[in-house]
């Protein structure tokens, strides 16, 4: 069976996940949410950089490329916001505010 690059991707989705699921062992989720998105905007700025032919075709693609990648992710946060809203008690379970 030969893997693709869409096999690749989710096994990627699911080890980064894992690796920040394990961080918030150590650190509040909000740390962890914060550390992996500035780690995720810095590799997507060495892609981009690393892609290009040369230093005046990546400044020429900055803002271009910055508001593609800013649109992906408003769209993965809110399918996966979508999902949380429509299952919230299968994946968080159910919490009850506290009396008073």
Avoid at 30 to 46: D, K, P
Avoid at 60 to 71: A, H, I, Q, R, S
Avoid at 84 to 94: H, K, M, Q, V
Wanted: with cysteine; aromatic share 12%.
């Amino acid at each position: 069976m030969s893997t693709t690059d869409d096999d690749i991707f989710w096994e990627l989705v699911e080890k980064f996940i894992n690796n920040a699921n394990d961080a918030c062992d150590n650190a509040d989720p909000g740390i962890v949410s914060a550390a992996l998105m500035n780690a995720a905007a810095r590799f997507n700025a060495y892609a981009v950089a690393h892609s290009s032919l040369d230093k005046t075709e990546f400044a020429e693609d900055v803002e271009g490329t910055t508001n593609y990648l800013t649109g992906r992710y408003r769209d993965f946060l809110k399918e996966h916001m979508e999902d949380y809203r429509d299952n919230y008690t299968s994946l968080i379970g159910n919490r009850e505010l506290p009396e008073e």
